[in-house]
């Protein structure tokens, strides 16, 4: 790649870092600051792999021309904190000038979190020092605002220290086991009380859900008849939803000057409250069967969460989709994160409700060919994502669509029986999505304020208008001029 190709490369991949950042945050010194370092790091990235280039360090180069995501518009790109970043062999001064880099650059990170946070702007916050831990993971105060703790010389949440202080090792195929248990484990057998059991023996005792095996995250509470290993990818997969649902929707959980205490380091990380649970069954039959007494309609379903309960519901198979699990999920983190009304109670405003579960569909997971391991990360949001391409379709090729003043009336009944209801969910995936990207990200916070309102009962109908500082008829107006800019 030739020096110049890099250099744009790289201030596109930063931009795409820090977009929502420096256009969230009002404060005009912080977004000045935001904007140098959008042109600062890509530059210096881009020279270091020219470097590594002209001195036949192929390898290298190819790990650095790779750090950085590539940019979409109207896209949040997310890190996991939980991922480990592979480390870099300190073999020669370029791979030490990169790694001196990446430290620079996750103290600049943080320093711009801090600021956020004290600006009122707690997802940026949050996603700015999950950024912060990519760059350098052992970024002491970074950590300690996610709610990690060194440990020797691991950084591990309260939970995860509490597993291995009893000798207990996560393990990717059979989750929370004991140390000296993984041979046998990996040789076939499983553990049953004080005995050891074949793997087939154990999967007969598991073999309906009521005995079904449970897998304990920090979280969630899986419990399958899938089978042992299903269930703990499973949870993997909640986990890692869960990590990038805090950085996105922050301010649901905390509020500002909880947020503003824990990066003065004046609080702790708050402690994680029960765990959600999940129930997931080996085949679409067990799941309808189990659960057609609660919902006559079950059969129509790829999953479900039922709020009194407090459980979700899914099956195993190839029916089974990632946008149902990340929908139903959705509803259970909002509903059980902070405390709520039913929906069943909301009046008025549901479409918020449905329109943020079926946004989260868009979540997916980037690999690119990369070298490095760290260079796994997430986007949320896009043109192409989610329901996003049908909701624009709808409302520019042929002209549906229900206006923010109708739709803020409508109550769960009034929205889920409706004749025109998976068009309807289409618009309020993308009416979502505008709120969360649109206007620079200037409605992301009022949108979370919103959400707020709406699961603790309090929302009117003028709610939204209120906390957006624009009238429905003039988001109306703008949501059709960001569709249209989106082709």
Not at 62 to 79: A, K, Y
Not at 284 to 297: S, V
Not at 385 to 395: F, K, Q, S, T, V
Not at 402 to 428: F, H, M, T
């Amino acid at each position: 790649m030739r020096f110049t190709s890099a250099r744009v490369l790289f201030y596109f991949a930063c931009s795409a870092l820090l977009a929502g950042a420096s256009a969230s945050v009002a404060d005009d010194a912080l977004s000045s600051a935001i904007s140098e370092q959008k042109n600062t790091y890509p530059a210096q990235l881009a020279e270091l792999a020219e470097d590594a280039l002209n001195e036949g360090q192929n390898e290298l180069a190819v790990w650095i021309q790779h750090w950085l995501p590539p940019p979409i518009d109207g896209q949040s790109i997310l890190f996991d904190p939980n991922d480990s970043a592979e480390q870099i062999p300190s073999v020669s001064p370029l791979h030490r000038r990169f790694a001196a880099l990446r430290l620079a650059q996750a103290d600049a990170l943080f320093a711009f979190a801090r600021r956020a946070a004290e600006a009122g702007r707690p997802a940026l916050a949050m996603q700015l020092a999950a950024s912060a831990v990519r760059e350098n993971p052992d970024h002491s105060e970074a950590r300690r605002v996610l709610g990690y703790e060194k440990v020797g010389d691991r950084w591990l949440t309260p939970y995860h220290r509490s597993k291995v202080d009893t000798g207990s090792v996560w393990h990717p195929r059979f989750g929370w086991i004991q140390a000296g248990d993984i041979p046998q484990y990996e040789s076939g057998q499983r553990r049953w009380g004080q005995q050891w059991i074949s793997a087939e023996e154990d999967a007969r005792r598991h073999a309906t859900i009521e005995r079904g095996w449970t897998v304990r995250t920090e979280h969630f509470l899986v419990t399958t008849n899938a089978g042992l290993e299903e269930g703990v990818q499973l949870a993997s997969r909640l986990e890692t939803f869960h990590a990038l649902w805090r950085q996105v929707f922050a301010g649901y959980y905390l509020d500002k000057k909880e947020v503003r205490e824990l990066f003065a380091g004046d609080r702790p990380a708050r402690a994680p409250g029960r765990p959600h649970r999940v129930r997931y069954y080996a085949t679409r039959d067990e799941y309808n069967t189990a659960l057609i007494h609660r919902q006559p309609k079950i059969s129509q379903t790829l999953g479900i969460y039922f709020d009194r309960q407090r459980e979700s519901h899914f099956f195993a198979g190839e029916e089974q989709h990632p946008a149902t699990l990340f929908h139903e999920t959705t509803h259970q983190i909002f509903q059980e994160s902070r405390r709520t009304v039913s929906p069943d109670r909301t009046l008025d405003n549901f479409w918020i409700i449905e329109g943020v579960a079926t946004y989260m569909e868009s979540l997916a997971e980037q690999d690119p060919e990369s070298p490095a391991r760290s260079s796994r990360y997430f986007t949320l949001g896009g043109p192409d994502a989610g329901r996003l391409p049908a909701a624009r379709e709808l409302l520019l090729d042929d002209g549906y669509y229900i206006p923010l003043a109708e739709v803020v009336r409508l109550g769960k009944n009034d929205l889920q029986n409706r004749p025109d209801i998976a068009r309807l969910y289409s618009q309020l995936a993308g009416l979502t999505t505008f709120l969360v990207h649109a206007n620079n990200g200037g409605y992301r916070e009022p949108l979370v304020e919103y959400l707020v309102a709406v699961y603790s009962g309090r929302a009117e109908i003028n709610t939204l208008a209120k906390l957006a500082g624009n009238n429905l008829a003039e988001l109306d107006r703008e949501y059709r001029a960001w569709m249209g800019a989106l082709r």
